[in-house]
């Protein structure tokens, strides 16, 4: 079982739809979650850390987290061709430092 | 406040050759982080620094490749006698403390082409 899995899509959604990106991770004890978007040919942008059980809301952005379910996700909502990117969900394990473990991402592409 | 910096931001190199990319952190940070993305994958976890110091190496290939932080001066991968598999693009972070939860921040990336 891979530690960080995420749907590799792509998932493509109308100019203005809600987008939903999902990730599971295999650590039960991991404490902190992070989304960063990546455009082609750039590096990782953080976007959103999480690290409590709920909804946490940034802008367009909603991250969830449901530890029981060892479940994040990513709700993009009011989607741009602009949000058009690979979305990366990042894991922190358990064991005391920043060693972020990343699944291999999921193609949004947002269609006018 | 400058990010974290890599160079060169592109290189290449011809098989057999060695290759040699640099990382300063952001300013305040003293925990590197360096990561390899190859062409349609996710980024995989390498090796993390601190200064003067190989905290974790669980992600390094076994041979070629080295990692340093020295006390003065960039953190460097080095990766010797390159094959065309090593073609990726390397990403290094930065975090300012070692408690889990602090944001780690990516430079631009170094992208090796090995011909």
């Known amino acids: 079982q891979k530690e960080v899995e995420q749907n590799s899509g792509p998932l493509s959604v109308p100019e203005g739809a809600i987008a939903s990106l999902n990730c599971t991770y295999s650590?039960?004890?991991?404490?902190?979650f992070f989304w960063y978007r990546q455009y082609s040919g750039k590096s990782p942008e953080l976007i959103m850390s999480?690290?409590?059980?709920g909804d946490k809301e940034d802008g367009r952005f909603t991250a969830q987290l449901n530890k029981a379910s060892q479940y994040v996700s990513l709700l993009i909502r009011d989607s741009q061709p602009s949000d058009s990117a690979t979305y990366l969900c990042?894991?922190?394990?358990?064991?005391?430092?920043?060693?972020?473990?990343f699944g291999a991402g999921t193609r949004l592409a947002v269609h006018p | 406040n400058a990010g974290v910096m890599q160079n060169p931001r592109h290189l290449v190199r011809r098989r057999g050759q060695e290759a040699r990319l640099r990382c300063s952190p952001m300013?305040?940070?003293?925990?590197v982080y360096w990561y390899r993305q190859l062409p349609e994958e996710g980024l995989k976890f390498m090796v993390y620094?601190?200064?003067?110091?190989?905290?974790?190496e669980s992600g390094m290939p076994k041979e070629r490749f080295s990692a340093e932080f020295p006390k003065e001066g960039p953190s460097i991968l080095r990766i010797q006698q390159v094959v065309r598999g090593d073609s990726a693009a390397y990403f290094c972070?930065?975090?300012?403390?070692?408690?889990?939860?602090?944001?780690?921040?990516f430079g631009e990336g170094s992208w090796l082409t090995v011909v």
């Open positions: 620094l601190q200064k003067e110091n190989i905290i974790d």
């Open positions: 999480i690290y409590s059980n």
């Open positions: 972070a930065s975090s300012p403390a070692v408690s889990s939860g602090n944001t780690i921040y």
């Open positions: 650590d039960r004890g991991s404490q902190s």
């Open positions: 990042a894991v922190n394990l358990s064991g005391g430092y920043n060693k972020l473990i």
């Open positions: 300013k305040g940070h003293s925990h």
